[in-house]
Structure formats: C-alpha cells, structure tokens
C-alpha cells in the first residue's frame, strides 16, 4: 500500500477510537468505587488470595458532584505562632508524703483502666464495647472497634506499651470500606476515631497511625460532598460510594456539625494536605457570619439548617446537650493554629459574653456554697426564659471556661470557671453515692441565696404537683437531695466531663484540695461501677444500691479514666501548654516554636 494510503489509514483509525472514547464517557458521566478507580486490595496473608471482604475503598479516588477547586481552597494560616499565655500552674515542691499518696491513687485508677481493657479483650475484642454484665458486645460507632481505637492513648499515656503495640497492630487492619449499619455519624466517628489515630499519633510517632487517620479523614471528607459543602452528619455512606447525590439535613444538631474543627485541622498539619481544614472552615465562616442573628444573639441554636446553611432558626439554647462542644472548640482551635486565626477567639468572647448573662444560675444549697450552674434558655415571644436544670454532660464548661481565662486574658472568667466546676462537685458530693446523675433540677437564685428549707419544699411542690401538698413525703419518695427540687434522669453513664473540669482547674490553679475531691468521685464510681468483666453504667444513682446497666460507652477508659489518671500524674505528662484535647479526651499537639520548617508538625 502506498505511504499516502498508509497514513490516511492510521488517521481513520485514530478517529475512531476518539469517537469511541467520547461515547464512553458521554455513557459514564460519573465514575463510582466499583468501577475499580477507587478499589484497592488489602495485601492478603501469605499464601491466602484476597477475599471479598479485603477490597478496601480509596476514597481519595471517588470522585465527587461539588469539589472544591484549588483557587478557593482555605488554607492554614501561615506565619509565626503567636505568644499564647501560659496555661498550666508552676507547680512547685511536692514533699514525699504527698507524692505517696498521689502515686497510689494514680495506681489504683491504672488498675481500673487494666481492669476494663482486659474485659474489653477477652469479651469483646475489635468490636465497639464490651457488654460489661453478660460479657457480649456491642456494635455502636460502626463496628470499627471504637474502644480499641479510643484507648490507644490512654494505653500510652499510663505505660502499657506492649498493649499499645498489639492494639496498634490490630487497628491497622479496621476496613473504613465495611460498617456495621446502613448509616454512620460523622461526629462521633471523627471524635472517637480520627481523634483517637491522630492523639496516638501524637504521643508515639507510629506511621501507621497517620496513616488510618488520612484514610478515615479521606472517607469523612466525601461526607461534605454537597451542593453548600456543608456535612452530613448522620452520612449513608454507602449509596454515596455510588455515586448518589448528597444534601445536608434541614435538622442538625449545631454540636455534630461545629465540632469536628479540631480533628479535621491536625489531619491537614499532618498530611500537608489542606482540605479537611477547608472542610471545617467553612463551617466556621457561617458561624462567624451569622452569630449576631440568632433570637440570642452570640450563641446558635442547637438545631439549624444545614442544607439552607442557615444557622439562625431555634429558640432554644444552650452549652449543654447537642450544642456543647460546639463553643469547647473555639478556644481549642484557637490554640491548635498557634493563635494566627483571630476568628475563633472572637467567636468564643462573643458566645461567652452572652452565656456569662443568661445562662449561668446560682443554686440554692445546703451549705450555702458560691458555686455555680450552666442551663438552657428558651426565647419565647422576644423574652428570655432560664431553666434550672443541670446536667452532667455541661460540666465541662468550667475546663472551656478556666482554658479560655488563660490564653485569653479574661481574669474574671477564671474564678466563675471554678465555680461552675464546684458546682458539679457539689452535685456529685450531694447524691447518696457520692455520684452525680445525668439531669437534676435545682432552685435558681436571684439575689438571696442563703438556705431556705420552706423555699427547697415549696420549689419541690410547684415542679412536682403530683406530691399534692407533703414535700416532705416528696422527698422521700422521690430522694431528693437538700437543693435539689427533681431528678429526671437517674443514671450516670460513666462520663466524664466533671472529673475533666476538676483535672484542668488543678493543672490551671494547683489547688490540691481539687485531687482529694478527685479521689472521692473515682472512689464512688469505682465502688458502685465495677463489675467481674469490666465496669458499667448506673441506671438509677439515687437509690442505696444503684442497679447496674449492660452498657460501657468507650468514652470510659478514653476519657474518664485518662482524666483521673492524669490529676494524680506528673503535672508535665501531658502539659496543657503542650497539647490540646479533643472532647473525647484525645491530646492533639499544639504547635512547636516557630523557625521550624512545619511549625505545626
């Protein structure tokens, strides 16, 4: 054939495959996971194929509807650290009887945690909890084996290498790609997990820890893949992987959505990568853009619109359940980016200044203590209406509040931090066990506050009609503690936000008489908690004998456990001016000085 002929025939076939391949993508518009760019092979043990359940997902790869371009990228803040004031106390001289007394109840608080984890790995290892009365297990975060990963630094924070190097060995092998239901929640699987890879990171330096948190954070990322990028928080997954379309809720808890800067934030100093900080920056832009416009102004709603992006709509709020970490993170934050973003202090002055108005309540009590107690508020036609219900989980505001005091320069917040803390001891030390319940309600003082029996019992009667007119009979029946007037939830759950508002008020302050009441609260939970496997939750703390639940959150051994662990450590283990925690008790590093090359690495 001649070379002409040759080269029209080559000309011929090339525009045909073009014309192939525009129809295949005219066919394929969007590319999913199971059409093999985005599956990989788990490596498989020797001498054994792959199975079904090695595939593994790269999220990385899925592409997604909304992506973000790199011209709008937000990006760390770059520049020198700034001068954040000292957080910790200078502690000073510890003579040998103290330092005695201080290493034993350290020891006893190991032995519960040993206590709990070798439940946990006899009853129910690589599963989420441990069934702590029939020795079963419980798939609540995934099945992604959430006590495991929320332990690991709890693990190598109280010394237990070895464990920490088996457990570690065993979390490199959790599939992102499998979960135990249809739907997971982004916040609680980014606090408990990629808050427990990154702190375990952190403290020990294994890659492989880096290495699970940037595959989970790839997969939480694609959970923002809607037309506002705002995330959904409880996230199908699964039809996502798909291909399917994605909006985020019109009824979002304001706590699931605003509390996941921290986590997302580390994962791009660590990776370099900056599109998970971008991810919760932009969360963080609306809340700036609209905390003036909410019925209280500088504080949201604890439900909003996520979908509308309207962060403005509700009537009730407070620090307190589905808003809490939310206003935790401000100051974190703050923190965590070396103080060179002045957004998140200003979103912290402008909700405290209200809070510090109308959400904070003395209670009557018993022994005429100054203390104090964080509650809701209603906005009910343009006028404010206070509770006067206390809750356990709120307990953590005294530590935000005592944190904030201190790199902020805001004196006077330190001393309401404290009392608001001793405003959970005293609910702890009120109770018949010695342990606070999860929800009580208490006379809100005005102006006077001295202890008025007739006033407690007329409270009682007013909360209570169904007493008719005995409130001593009330009382009784229903146990009441002197102050409080109800106690609609009984239980405690094995939290920990008291003992974390106790622990980071004695690092603050050095007042020791802070670790005594630490000993008595761990020594209460202890005795009522433990059981054969491991320990458990209290159904009802009001009654002599507190019936137990078959319930272990992983939450126990990662943060309530950690924080009585540390009260009775070195001050230095774990300095507050070296890292931050995360609301699940996962210390992230702060910064290091500046002239590094990565400052934040």
């Avoid at 441990?130 to 084996?145: C, E």
């Avoid at 009730?316 to 002045?342: H, I």
């Avoid at 890292?579 to 690495?601: C, D, I, Q």
Wanted: hydrophobic letters at 40%; glycine letters at 6%.
């Amino acid at each position: 054939m001649p070379s002409s002929a040759k080269r029209y025939s080559l000309v011929f076939f090339v525009a045909a495959g073009l014309l192939y391949i525009l129809y295949s993508v005219q066919q394929q518009p969007f590319q999913t996971a199971s059409q093999s760019i985005t599956s990989k092979t788990k490596p498989a043990g020797a001498g054994s194929p792959p199975s079904a359940e090695d595939e593994w997902i790269d999220w990385s790869q899925v592409p997604q509807h909304y992506p973000v371009s790199q011209e709008s990228m937000k990006t760390l803040p770059a520049g020198r650290p700034a001068n954040i004031p000292k957080i910790q106390h200078t502690f000073g001289y510890e003579d040998a009887e103290a330092k005695k007394v201080r290493l034993q109840r350290q020891a006893a608080v190991k032995e519960s945690f040993q206590h709990t984890w070798q439940g946990y790995k006899k009853h129910a290892w690589m599963k989420d909890e441990v069934s702590p009365l029939t020795g079963g297990s419980q798939a609540s975060f995934g099945g992604w084996a959430a006590t495991l990963v929320d332990s690991l630094d709890t693990l190598w924070i109280m010394g237990f290498k070895e464990e920490f190097k088996e457990a570690v060995k065993a979390a490199a092998k959790i599939n992102f790609s499998r979960s135990s239901g249809d739907a997971i929640n982004v916040f609680e699987t980014t606090i408990r997990y990629l808050g427990g890879f990154l702190a375990a990171y952190d403290l020990s330096g294994e890659k492989v820890l880096l290495q699970k948190a940037e595959e989970l954070g790839e997969m939480l990322y694609f959970s923002f893949d809607t037309p506002n990028r705002m995330p959904m928080t409880p996230w199908h997954w699964k039809p996502a992987v798909k291909g399917a379309l994605q909006e985020a809720g019109v009824s979002t808890l304001i706590a699931e959505i605003g509390s996941l800067s921290l986590e997302f934030t580390r994962l791009s100093q660590l990776t370099g990568n900056p599109k998970f900080f971008d991810a919760i920056q932009r969360i963080s832009d609306l809340l700036d853009a609209q905390q003036n416009q909410t019925s209280l102004p500088g504080m949201w709603p604890f439900v909003i619109n996520a979908a509308e992006g309207d962060f403005t709509q509700g009537s009730s709020f407070t620090l307190g359940a589905m808003s809490d970490s939310l206003y935790e993170y401000f100051p974190k934050q703050y923190v965590l980016l070396g103080g060179l973003s002045d957004q998140y202090r200003k979103l912290y002055e402008g909700a405290i200044n209200t809070v510090r108005k109308y959400n904070l309540f003395r209670p009557m009590n018993k022994d005429n203590l100054d203390i104090l107690v964080s509650t809701a508020v209603d906005i009910r036609k343009g006028a404010v209406e206070r509770d006067s219900q206390g809750q356990h989980l709120v307990c953590f505001v005294g530590g935000m509040m005592g944190i904030a005091s201190k790199i902020f320069g805001l004196d006077d917040d330190l001393k309401t931090a404290r009392k608001l803390t001793d405003g959970c001891i005293w609910a702890y030390e009120a109770s018949p066990n010695g342990i606070m319940p999860e929800t009580f309600n208490a006379v809100a003082c005005n102006d006077e506050c001295m202890w008025d029996e007739k006033r407690w019992h007329q409270a009682i009667l007013d909360r209570n009609p169904a007493c008719g007119e005995d409130a001593e009979e009330c009382v009784n029946l229903r146990r009441l503690p002197p102050g409080m007037i109800e106690v609609s939830d009984r239980r405690y759950i094995l939290r920990p936000e008291a003992i974390e508002s106790v622990y980071i008020m004695y690092r603050i302050t050095g007042d020791k008489v802070l670790q005594d009441k630490a000993w008595k609260m761990f020594s209460a939970i202890e005795k009522h908690t433990r059981t054969e496997i491991a320990h458990a939750a209290l159904d009802d703390v009001m009654v002599p004998e507190p019936p137990k639940a078959d319930k272990m959150e992983s939450f126990w051994p990662a943060e309530t456990l950690k924080y009585f662990y540390l009260i009775f450590s070195d001050p230095e283990l774990i300095s507050l001016d070296d890292y931050v925690f995360n609301t699940e008790a996962h210390p992230l590093r702060r910064p290091k000085s500046p002239g590094m090359m990565n400052w934040w690495g």
